[in-house]
């Protein structure tokens, strides 16, 4: 299959199967935004706003700063921050300056911080001035190649009242001590100039990026990724997206100039909550709302419905998890959540139970899209209206991204439409490969008619309309008595469950069967059920082998810092116990 002749008759209207265009620099949509909207809101945070003149001005000085500092192409400079509005001047600074960014998960421990500055030859750093982060920074540097450190406090990008009372009253957070030689943002943003070094960059040959994997299934690695890769996938999804602005119009473009709002509740160090939300809001002139801890409130999650109520966001990329906590949120009926106009789900499968609760409760339309780290990281998008969106399948290749469905024992020979086997993609954004990690590179691409795909570890099939759909992680499925168990599949059922807020299927040992499974149930606050209950739900909703043998309620499901489901952990667990 190429995307040139994708089977399928609803490929989206005025959508092209081709883009060019893209091969520039990354930060080049930094300086478009700041040329064509310089007085146009870009970041707001806890009510102070910077538009994207100032945000391009302070990237501009970054860049100039980490020259000085001897920092040349091909260097790498980490951030270690959440989702603050420092995030897209230095980002876009280090770009600037010919480096590579090297994004860093802000909960990891100073042990994990270490390993990946090593693991990355990171020269130079940036962190936040606070009581936990900056300790891990202090720590984690120690025996690495970081020779700067940049430590970043919020006072200067709060609204001078709050600013200035949260400084008299102690609230706004800081570390109180900072090492010998340490520098502080505000003053390098001050002493440098707004002149970033001329640097030729070449797109589809120089890194921008090297983000690192989850480390779900191993150690973590890096993907390195080129400006290019990044500035395709902005490209496409531009032309992708449709979205209905007033009722009765047909779908259009995207808006741009600041007619859009994005909602940055998922993590920029992840390339999801980056591409789609911090990128995506400057190429198109949006305003973009900075939120460091979408989980903030009592109980949870209530601090970030207030800013959708205040700040009115249009569109809102989030995990299945984020829907779940919106859906199920005891204060929900509190908030007018009806600014939103698309949500974008990625990162793990959509339940279509919990799509049908969100969109039921919110008017809002939630189109899936599938991709990974590897691929910065959007492959695949469904149609972004309801029309000829299809629930539960990821929908079709981005323009100029070809997908080919592999048999999963080989990853060699095509499967025919319809049949489960190995995604694999090919396409503009996919990464150069691993960092300094040349076999595993060698180990997930394949060359099929003289183009090189990327083998993704996910099972799924095109089905006879042309959408993909995902069934599962290939080193997930679980093998009951020679039958092929999807978790997914189980779980998508547990979802329908009017009582289950989240749920969790894993593969376990069992001596007759080899493997048995085993599902873990986080129930809808206020809530209360037992096993027998949810045996006989599956009874009636699923084949004998498929059903869960054990059932455990737990008053949490362990997620990653974007919120995908960690079934790994579940597994771990429970074969420590066996």
């Known amino acids: 299959m190429t995307t040139a002749h994708w089977p399928t008759k609803n490929w989206p209207e005025g959508v092209p199967h081709g883009i060019g265009d893209y091969d520039m620099p990354l930060f080049q949509v930094m300086d478009d935004a700041a040329r064509d909207y310089p007085n146009q809101t870009y970041t707001i945070f806890n009510d102070a706003s910077r538009t994207f003149a ?38 876009f600074g280090i770009l600037k300056a010919g480096a590579v960014c090297v994004t860093c998960n802000p909960l990891y421990t100073p042990s994990e911080l270490n390993y990946q500055l090593k693991d990355a030859g990171a020269r130079a750093l940036f962190c936040m001035d606070h009581p936990q982060f900056y300790p891990t920074t202090e720590k984690a540097v120690q025996g690495t190649g970081v020779e700067t450190v940049v430590v970043c406090n919020v006072k200067s990008y709060l609204p001078w009242l709050k600013g200035f009372l949260g400084g008299i009253l102690g609230k706004i957070p800081h570390a109180g001590r900072h090492a010998p030689g340490h520098l502080m943002f505000d003053d390098i943003v001050a002493g440098a100039q707004p002149a970033p070094p001329a640097v030729d ?54 808006r741009k100039g ?131 969106r299809k629930i539960g399948s990821i929908g079709f290749p981005l323009p100029g991204t070809d997908i080919k469905i592999l048999d999963a024992e080989t990853s060699q020979i095509e499967m025919p439409q319809g049949e489960d086997g190995e995604v694999a993609i090919c396409g503009p954004q996919v990464m150069q490969g691993y960092w300094n990690r040349p076999d595993e590179t060698a180990e997930v691409f394949r060359e099929i008619d003289g183009r090189r795909y990327f083998l993704t570890g996910d099972i799924g099939h095109v089905d006879e ?98 919120g995908k489901v960690l079934r790994r952990v579940l597994r771990d667990e429970e074969r420590g116990k066996a």
């Open 258 to 388: 600041g007619y859009h709002c994005y909602l940055g509740v998922l993590p920029w160090y992840h390339s999801f909550g980056m591409t789609c939300a911090m990128l995506s809001a400057c190429a198109s002139g949006s305003r973009l709302i900075c939120v460091p801890d979408p989980r903030a409130g009592d109980p949870p999650f209530t601090e970030v419905l207030r800013l959708v109520q205040k700040h009115r966001p249009t569109l809102m990329p989030a995990v299945p998890t984020i829907f779940v906590a919106f859906a199920n949120h005891p204060l929900l009926d509190q908030f007018d959540l009806t600014s939103i106009m698309g949500c974008f789900s990625g990162g793990a499968p959509l339940p279509p139970e919990v799509c049908k609760q969100f969109e039921e409760k919110t008017g809002a339309v939630i189109f899936e899209g599938y991709g990974l780290s590897e691929t910065a990281p959007v492959a695949t998008v469904n149609p972004t209206f309801a029309a000829t």
């Open 465 to 562: 309309d042309g959408y993909v759909t995902i069934t599962d992680r290939k080193k997930d499925m679980i093998l009951v008595g020679g039958f092929n168990v999807y978790p997914r599949e189980v779980e998508d059922i547990l979802f329908t469950h009017p009582k289950v807020a989240i749920a969790a299927v894993v593969g376990v040992p069992d001596a007759k069967s080899g493997e048995s499974v085993k599902a873990f149930i986080q129930l809808k606050p206020g809530e209360t059920g037992t096993e027998e209950e949810l045996r006989e739900f599956c009874k009636a909703n699923m084949a004998g082998y498929k059903r869960p043998k054990m059932i455990e309620f737990r008053d949490t499901i362990p997620v990653s810092n974007v």
């Open 201 to 254: 960059i070449d797109p589809t040959e120089d890194l921008a990026l090297i983000i690192y994997t989850g480390g779900t299934t191993g150690v973590p690695k890096g993907a390195a990724l080129t400006h290019s890769n990044f500035m395709y996938d902005l490209t496409a999804m531009s032309a992708w997206l449709r979205l209905v602005h007033e009722d009765g119009q047909a779908p259009e473009a995207v």
């Open 54 to 91: 100032q945000v391009k001005d302070t990237a501009d000085r970054i860049a100039h700063f980490l020259h000085a500092k001897g920092i040349r192409k091909g260097d790498r400079v980490a951030i270690f921050l959440p989702n603050l509005p420092h995030y897209p001047a230095i980002f």
